[in-house]
């Protein structure tokens, strides 16, 4: 058989379910391979979409995300997403067309390697047509077992060899690891010791919350997550949602005074412990981590634990003494009523043709189903759905930030939708991300997803506006005309409204009411005399 058939006969077998990319001539017959073994394909507009829609999709379903691109530029086109991928340590296998070893006049011509290597992603290549199975099985299970972004090179002239039937050997299921006895005991310790624990909960504890609850219920720990694990503890009544410049007052007062701040598969970066200032004076910090390297990276811990997070919450739970620690009836009628932002009061900037970014959310909140996944671009606008839109669960939010791009938001809701198909896909776009990443619309038009594309619309970069703004800079170059983003959306085929105030989301109420047959792009005029008060704390960052 031909290697190209061969590579997608082995990665079918290994679980590749789900493949998103573009179709060049050198990725054509690996494609069709994959999909002649049972997997499905999703065809994007541009390989930057393709990649976020991977990326979602392997965030969403815990499996490993396939993206197949063009050689040369096919590659480089989704290099941002694929930097995103990286970033978040997501299992994406990329297969990468690539030019033969000896066509060194290429016009295809690029160092694959170099370019994986310095976005953080690794690097592997199909050697030769009688290891290339080999090479494509170790390259997947890379990606799955060390949680990697892969970029397979696939050279043209050894996918075009013969080769013989694939054998790929199995390997066995491993245990997730435990932690060191001495290690558990002593974060044992600091629990019992611990007075008003908060535990923060970040991307490696996503598929802990079971484990993780039980062990707060019995030392009395409130539970709080980073921005990427949003909704892992949503309708617990100990649940202060996010961590960082999205929390509440509540949240970060009751965070700050904390005695004892326990990371969970999270690395307590700037962002969620704001620069440090959400870890009170005298606080103790504890970390648990199954990489070593994340442990004490951002900022000094006192306990560290190497560990898988539920491995380590349930040997942990087996030294415990029980003991209220931080609830008590008070702070739990105070999370209630105040720990989410829409209970908080504010006063509405909306008013001539423009609607305040927080009273939309909140209207949209209350008009689209619980049930639902929520992908966010970056900008200014960034906060309001992420702070005002209720997720069911982790699953329910999909925050691709690490590589702070806008212009991908789009792209990961189209990932995220089809990884959870039951539920509405919410994409929430600022203007400037929305025209970026447009392309995608047609494949939201042509996949019939019934998506709720919201873009938070004050016709600029709002983030530069409201950076440079007030040290009175000229600011020409981020401001735009008004663009009609309704019927740009109406162009592609979707449904297409032009929201001003709360009056105007009655088309909103129709749309959802069936029978939900396109997408729906919402075009928000929203008031923007004022920047968010999360960008000061994101400029800090920069
Ligand atoms: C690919 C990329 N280009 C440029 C930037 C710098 N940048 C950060 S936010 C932003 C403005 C985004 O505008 P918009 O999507 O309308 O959101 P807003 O800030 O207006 O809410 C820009 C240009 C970036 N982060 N990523
Ligand atoms: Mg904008």
Redesign the pocket.
Known sequence: MLVSEAVGATLAGLGAGTVFGVVGSGNFHVTNALIANGAAFVAARHECGAACAADAWARGTGRVGILTVHQGPGLTNAL?GITEAAKSRTPLLVLAADVAGAAVRSNFRIDVAALAASVGAVADRLHSPATAAADAARAYRTAQRERRTVVLAMPLDVQAAQCGPPEIPPVPALAPAAPAPEAAARLAEALNAAERPVFVAGRGARAARAGLEELADACGALLATSAVARGLFHGSPWDLGVSGGFASPLTAELITAADLVVGWGCSLNMWTMRHGKLIGPGARVAQVDDDMAAIGAHRPVDIGVHGDVAQTARVVRACLHTQPGYRSGGVRDRIAREVRWRDVPYDDQGGHGVIDPRTLTIALDDLLPAERVVAI??????GYPSMFLSVPDENGFCFTQAY????LGLASAIGAALAQPERLPVAA??????L?GISELETVVRLRLPMVIVV?D?E?????VHHFGPDGFALDTVRFPPADIAAIGRGFGCAGVTVRGPGDLGPVREWLAGPRDRPLVIDAKVASASGSWWLEEAFRGH
């Open positions: 941002t671009d970056s900008g200014n606008f960034m702070q791009s806008i212009g776009l600022g203007d400037g991300g929305a970026m938070y004050d600029a970069y709002g983030a530069e």
